[in-house]
């Protein structure tokens, strides 16, 4: 803006000139005033302008030099003296308000480049982002192809859709020309070509699998370019002038055993297989970097769901074979099942068909016993009585046969008197070896203790079969039975080398021999006699005691006597010189030495009771009724060797008169004609149960008929006469604690 | 269910083992003692083999001990005074010429029983049993027979307890004491 000297003296101005600078006035106060018309104008139109009151500053100077300019117009002419003051005026306020915006301008000016500066900088990040965005995106692309392709790859466990999906969703995602997959062969020294995309049913090419290019794509796990002319690349003619680029990846065939429960697997497994991406050729395509990522990613996810499809495969055919077998074994099962309970129900027949009539026998002999018979009688029930007891323990074993073959048959330990059980056997059989007219002889070593430890039932089995066997088996001649203890250097027998015995300070080994003179044995025969499903021609002769169920028995105590020998440590054979001279069985067995010579036959329960029984009862108050005077003083004596206090009395009558609450026991012979009489008299008189006596029967007979009378007339218990010391003291002891005979 | 088994009754007949044990402490140079010893331990056996004593005899001479020291004896004594008596009584009833009373026969012969039984006779014990028999189907000659059976093992046991008791006798007297 030049500053215009208007004070100037008044010349006659060139006319031209004036006219010229009037005109030239005139239109700067135009647009002196319309400049900030404008300026207000578009100012009011935008929004967004920080510096208003710079603008009414500048208005204000741009309008006051307007007005200035305009007042000037005065001046051409001759002007009045109030024109020149408020030229002046005007010209004073112009000045100072264009200082002032001289020097607001000074801070604003910088500002407003800086505005430049920035909106160049927001530029450029808009850039940036615009480019970052478009990064983005692409990822999004990628993964949602990756994740199309997982989907649709993952969505079947079936091999070869997963790998035919793969290579279609790859085809289709990166628009691809070609897409191969190339499996190793079973060798592992080829890779086939598996799967193509376009081609439907690809022809069997094989490549080795040591070419360099492969080495070199499977060394890495990242997309490898390779080269179009590779062989695994050159699946078709060429289309095009240009083959498209290739890329080839590799595809971890992971195993189960590749999955280590703690490590993540690691790709330590050498079989892989290779896919081959084809760019469409004489396209100006590349491979992206987002592209290759994709297809690294996709083959790892193959791999993976190749894995999952591997496993439920091999899981589906177990789970098959698991169900065949399921059902074989099911039907095994039922088999035995059957077998086991046909078992069971002919045992439970045979079982009670046999036990009943041992029953009988065994019942009806003893009640039998307990009549009175003559000594050879007695004798007779008595032999009866053992022999039903020992084919009762056979019978017992032997149709427990589940718990023979189960091996769980048990010893029943006790001890007992070795010579007698020796002699019981040959009492047994005696009577059927003098039918033969055979001899029996034992010879019981004089060494041969007389107790021994051992299962006595077992032991006496044993023998009696092989003693039975010895007998069935000789028409004529002799058995001869011998027992002795068997010697340390004996025990290691050259005939028996598998069996090592060893002797110790507890043990003994009974050593026993039964020779008899019967049709031998073939020694070719000798290992068959005594195994499970041996038949010995020789001994299975037609006039032997057996038919095939005979045999069978045979068979069975065999069993029973390996059994048995086996359990004892011991060990049997036979031993023959040939057909026709007669035959040795020999066994061995371990036998405890017992310390103490009395017999414990008493079971473990009387034993028992018998360490509970008193030895002696002081002060206990008894009465004896008795009208044999021996039979008196008999009881008499032995209730007072146990210390009590006894009464006697020979008939009812003194008994009723004698008797008090404080006799404890009241021995009564009920033989006696009015026996029952005095003891309910004697319950009568003394009503108070818990301190009237208790009343005991004394009978030579133990039938049913008088329990049952003692029993009505409300008796304690019933003793059978005569009585030991041992049995009255049981007696009494019983009496005191239960307050009855149990 | 395993049958039941029948346990025979303690040895009727058999060796008794409390006769055999030589339970007391032999002084040195007791020859004559010990000899004695032998001798009553063999004679004890033979009895019992024979059958002429049972287990309740040595049951009687467990009885006997200091508070009783001829308990044995006095049982005895008095089994064969008893025994007189019946034998009389049963021999007077059979002599009957008329109708014999068989009921008082056979309460003898039960009374009879019942004492050899408590003195441990085994052989009359057995006697009185056929005894017994006889009676039940009223054969006087058959109980004649039983009778002077009878009467014959009475004083066969009589003279055996005798030399029983005499070698007791002996062996008290040598200082000893009987074994149990």
Redesign the interface.
């Known amino acids: 803006m030049e500053s215009c000297n208007c004070i100037e003296p008044q010349l006659p101005p060139d006319e031209l000139l004036s006219k010229y600078q009037y005109i030239s006035d005139f239109f700067i106060a135009l647009a002196y005033f319309s400049i900030p018309l404008e300026l207000i104008y578009f100012v009011k139109k935008s929004a967004v302008f920080p510096y208003r009151w710079v603008l009414v500053q500048f208005g204000a100077f741009i309008v006051l030099c307007g007005a200035t300019h305009l007042i000037n117009l005065w001046t051409f002419t001759i002007h009045s003296r109030t024109v020149a003051i408020v030229m002046t005026t005007a010209k004073i306020l112009t000045a100072v308000v264009s200082c002032a915006t001289a020097l607001m301008l000074v801070h604003i000016i910088p500002d407003l480049l800086s505005v430049k500066t920035r909106e160049l900088f927001l530029k450029n990040k808009a850039a940036e982002l615009d480019r970052e965005m478009g990064l983005i995106r692409t990822q999004e692309e990628t993964g949602r192809h990756v994740r199309m392709l997982t989907h649709e790859i993952r969505s079947t466990l079936d091999r070869h859709t997963i790998l035919k999906t793969t290579l279609v969703e790859l085809g289709r995602t990166l628009s691809l020309e070609e897409c191969a997959l190339w499996m190793p062969t079973r060798t592992g020294l080829e890779l086939q070509l598996a799967y193509t995309l376009r081609q439907q049913n690809p022809v069997g090419y094989t490549v080795p699998i040591h070419l360099p290019v492969i080495n070199q794509v499977f060394s890495s796990n990242r997309a490898v370019k390779i080269s179009p002319n590779s062989p695994v690349a050159r699946l078709r003619p060429l289309a095009g002038k240009y083959p498209g680029e290739v890329v080839a990846v590799r595809v971890p065939l992971l195993h189960l055993s590749n999955f280590q429960i703690n490590d993540w697997p690691e790709l330590s497994t050498k079989r892989y297989a290779l896919m081959v991406l084809m760019l469409p050729s004489d396209s100006a395509r590349q491979w992206h970097t987002y592209e290759l990522e994709l297809v690294e990613v996709v083959a790892d996810q193959v791999a993976v769901a190749l894995s999952h499809a591997a496993i439920l495969e091999e899981s589906m055919r177990a789970r098959d074979l698991l169900m065949e077998q399921n059902v074989a074994l099911d039907l095994a099962r039922r088999e035995a099942e059957t077998a086991i309970r046909a078992r069971n129900d002919f045992l439970a027949v045979m079982n009670h068909e046999m036990r009943t009539p041992m029953h009988a026998i065994i019942a009806l002999s003893s009640l039998l016993q307990e009549t009175e018979l003559t000594p050879e009688q007695r004798l007779m029930v008595e032999t009866i009585l053992k022999s039903s007891n020992l084919l009762a323990t056979l019978i017992n074993d032997v149709l427990d046969l589940s718990r023979l073959e189960d091996g769980s048959l048990q010893l029943d330990l006790g001890s007992f008197n070795l010579h007698s059980a020796f002699r019981e056997v040959i009492n047994l059989i005696r009577p059927i070896a003098s039918v033969k007219k055979l001899v029996v002889t034992l010879h019981l070593a004089p060494d041969l203790p007389e107790y021994a430890t051992g299962d006595e039932k077992r032991l006496m089995q044993t023998l009696l079969n092989v003693v039975g066997n010895a007998v069935k088996f000789s028409k004529e001649g002799s058995i001869s039975i011998t027992a002795f203890v068997a010697k340390a250097e004996s025990l290691r027998d050259p005939r028996a080398p598998d069996f090592f015995p060893v002797p110790s300070d507890n043990h003994f080994f009974l050593r026993v021999q039964v020779k008899d003179t019967g049709s031998g044995i073939n020694p070719q025969d000798y290992p068959k006699l005594f195994t499970k499903f041996a038949q010995s021609q020789s001994l299975a002769t037609k006039n032997s005691a057996g038919s095939g169920l005979g045999l069978a028995i045979c068979k069975r105590y065999h069993m029973l006597v390996i059994r048995f020998v086996n359990l004892m440590d011991g060990h049997i054979w036979l031993e023959s010189e040939g057909l026709g001279k007669g035959c040795t069985a020999i066994f061995m067995i371990k036998l405890g030495v017992t310390e103490c010579c009395t017999e414990s036959k008493l079971p473990a329960a009387t034993n028992a009771s018998m360490n509970h029984a008193q030895t002696a009862f002081p002060g206990l108050k008894v009465m004896v009724m008795d009208d044999n005077g021996v039979s008196r003083m008999v009881t008499k004596g032995l209730l007072v060797h146990l210390g009590c206090d006894v009464t006697t009395v020979s008939s009812g009558d003194e008994c009723l008169r004698l008797i008090s609450q404080d006799h404890h026991v009241v021995f009564i012979d009920v033989c006696m004609y009015d026996g029952y009489e005095v003891a309910l008299r004697v319950h009568e008189k003394l009503t108070k149960r818990h301190e009237r006596p208790l009343t005991v029967a004394l009978t030579a007979n133990s039938d049913k008929a008088t329990k049952d009378h003692c029993r009505r007339v409300g008796m304690n218990g019933v003793v059978l006469k005569p009585v030991s010391v041992d049995k009255m003291r049981t007696v009494l002891s019983d009496l005191l604690e239960h307050r009855n005979l149990v | 269910m395993?049958?039941?088994?029948?346990?025979?009754p303690p040895n009727?007949?058999g060796i008794t083992?409390t006769q055999q044990q030589q339970v007391t402490h032999q002084p040195p140079a007791m020859d004559v003692l010990s000899q004695s010893r032998r001798q009553l331990a063999d004679y004890t056996n033979s009895l019992h083999r024979d059958?002429f004593l049972d287990?309740?005899f040595s049951?009687?001479q467990?009885?006997q001990?200091e508070?009783?020291p001829d308990?044995v004896m006095?049982?005895v004594s008095?089994?064969f005074e008893?025994c007189q008596k019946l034998v009389t009584n049963m021999a007077r009833a059979l002599s009957e010429l008329q109708a014999v009373d068989f009921k008082q026969v056979d309460s003898s012969v039960?009374?009879l029983?019942?004492?050899s039984?408590?003195?441990?006779a085994a052989r009359i014990k057995?006697l009185c049993?056929?005894f017994?028999?006889c009676c039940d189907s009223q054969n006087r000659d058959g109980c004649m027979r039983c009778l002077q059976e009878v009467n014959r093992e009475c004083v066969l046991l009589k003279n055996k307890l005798q030399t029983l008791f005499r070698l007791e006798q002996q062996i008290i007297s040598a200082g000893g004491s009987i074994p149990m």
């Open positions: 395993p049958l039941h088994h029948y346990r025979p009727h007949g083992s059958g287990d309740q049951q009687l467990q009885l001990d508070s009783s308990f006095e049982v008095l089994f008893d039960h009374q029983k019942g004492s039984s408590s003195v441990g057995n049993v056929a017994k028999t």
